[in-house]
């Protein structure tokens, strides 16, 4: 008999998606209700109650999108007869909604996003894998308390770790440098670690003008240039290894941290945290010296949220770098 009440908010993804006879293209067309008609198996472990948010491939998901569905999920986590929420989401950006509904939120309660890489209709499908694994997860007494995850191929990732690592494979989701939080067995739910790096950020509004930039050898600023001329609230740049930039590029940087423009500096690299450990006039130490912020080991894209969310609490460079710099000494 199920014991628990799940809310499943749908937003589309290649895990709602059947392929097009005509077009010959994969296109969300799976409803709400065949996504969890596919699986009976779960009403074993919970009563489910279908929130149809979107449908539509998660290249097209915005932030104000992901800032309206945190809303939603705030307001189902703090009704009492609800014990957790899953949402099935694209996985293009998967990690990015994840990231903001994590921060936006601090309820105990498990918040599940999953995906598929294989369509609704495609032979070899995982989504009835994945979406059933996320609701056990969403079940699980032993994820209260674990912050939002991402639930794909029977791993159990971290909202602010994961990351999409390739373009057409099942096991697509890793946390590099971390490895996922634990698994789901058959019908149990194993948790090894948590992250101790989750924070809360109660905004109640956000800048979405936030551009993200990434740096290559011989970087010669225009990007950087052009963002700021274009109006950007905030940058992001994705620099080399330890957080170096080209010296052109460095220069621009520093010319727009003189206009007020927070900057947040991140690396390229998949593992690891920016510091300023390097002299030169394109080096981290130069840069942070001239007030860019540390972006820590966040990835870029999660950075960049970090800030559109992080400017909707604060707008001082002051407090932004509380914000992102509070953890790293
Ligand atoms: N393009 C799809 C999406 O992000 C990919 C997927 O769901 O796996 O919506």
Known sequence: MATKRIVVITTGGTIAMKRDIH???????????????????????ADTELIEFANIDSSEMSPQMMFELSRLIRKQLARQDVDGIVITHGTDTLEETAYMIDLLHDSPKPVVLTAAMRSFDDPGTDVPTNLFAAVKVACADVC????????????IHAAREVRKTYTSNVATLESPGYGPLGIVDEDHVIIYRQSLTREFLPAKKIEPKVMLLKMSAGDDGSLIKFAVKSGAKGLVIEGLGRGNLPTPAAEETIRAIKTNIPVVLTSRCFKGRVLGIYGGSGGGKKLHDAGIIYGGDLSGQKARIKLIVALGLVSQLTELKKIFERQMY
Do not use: H, Y
């Open 23 to 45: 077009s010959q293209t994969i296109e969300p067309s799976a409803s709400g209700k065949e996504l969890i008609d596919s699986v009976p198996d779960i009403k074993q472990f």
């Open 144 to 155: 209260r308390g674990v912050g939002t995850m991402v639930v794909m191929n029977d791993e």
